[in-house]
């Protein structure tokens, strides 16, 4: 009786307890909503402060809003002055223009153009390159460079342009170009002791591998066992200035080893960076209701 009498006294008797407490709001679905907005808020937020960029050939980029492209021309405003003057800039000087939506074009020295416009003979041509949407890195043993989808290769300048709007894949791309030369470094040397080396070991040889021991005085006198001596001296010597090259060889390797993985890295985190912001509404993947996708 006491259970039961202590039970009732902590159970409220007030019928609109239950009445508010069934016509509250879901947590489940307070969560969705505040998940919602704030998506929608990063998305209005992403698409204030979208901006055209020019990135010029030198490395150098500014955030623009772009008003016109011609193969020979293009004419912009400036993002801090959007109601100030129009300027004008000659393509030769750019290397591409990356657009608020995502999009890209690319000013190089292939034949496409745009379409309708008439290419003088003298101007650069306006060419949207896919391999440029995509960054690779050939580390074949005599052709080590970046490449985009197409297989076209890509100078050093062209690479550094196209990473120096992401901080990660520059700093990486660094890091390799980094290890490479100190990878030169090792390798010079390392193939200079391993000659001389050889040479020296081999000096007291004679062409078919034995110690010439025709010449010189009668054996078991002092002079001979100079000789000995002399001619084993030069056996460790050589032997030293093989393993010194040999050391060196194998740091070379794992140095030039780390520069291709840093190079990779800095392609990798580079197509990381060209996905685009953008909002997708479809069904539901338990098949229930709308959902809404944003990636960016």
Known sequence: MRLFS?????????PSYYLLKALSPNRKQRITMRIIIACLFLLAATATYAQDNLIFRNGTELPVKVLEVSPSQLKYRRQDNPDGPIYTINVANLLLVKYANGTKDVFGASTQTLVGSTPSADAPAL????????LRY?????????????????SRTEVRSLLANHHDALQAYRHGQSYRKWAV??????????????????????????????QGPPANTPMDNDGRRSGFGRDHVGMALVGGGVLL??????????????????????NQHQQT????????????????????
């Open 6 to 14: 202590f039970a009732r006294q902590r159970l409220p008797m007030n």
């Open 127 to 134: 060419s949207t390159q896919p391999g440029l949407e995509k």
């Open 185 to 214: 470094i090792t390798a010079v040397p390392a193939v200079a002791l391993l000659g001389v080396g050889a040479g020296v070991a081999l000096a007291g040889h004679d062409r078919f591998g034995f110690r010439d021991r025709n």
């Open 277 to 296: 912001v953008g909002l997708e509404f479809g069904p539901s993947a338990k098949g229930m209701g709308a959902g809404m996708t944003l990636t960016f």
């Open 138 to 154: 050939n580390s074949g043993l005599f052709s080590r460079y970046f490449v985009g989808s197409t297989g076209d290769p890509l």
């Open 249 to 270: 060889g194998v740091a070379s390797l794992v140095l030039d080893h780390k520069a291709t993985r840093q190079f990779r890295r800095a392609a990798s985190r580079y």
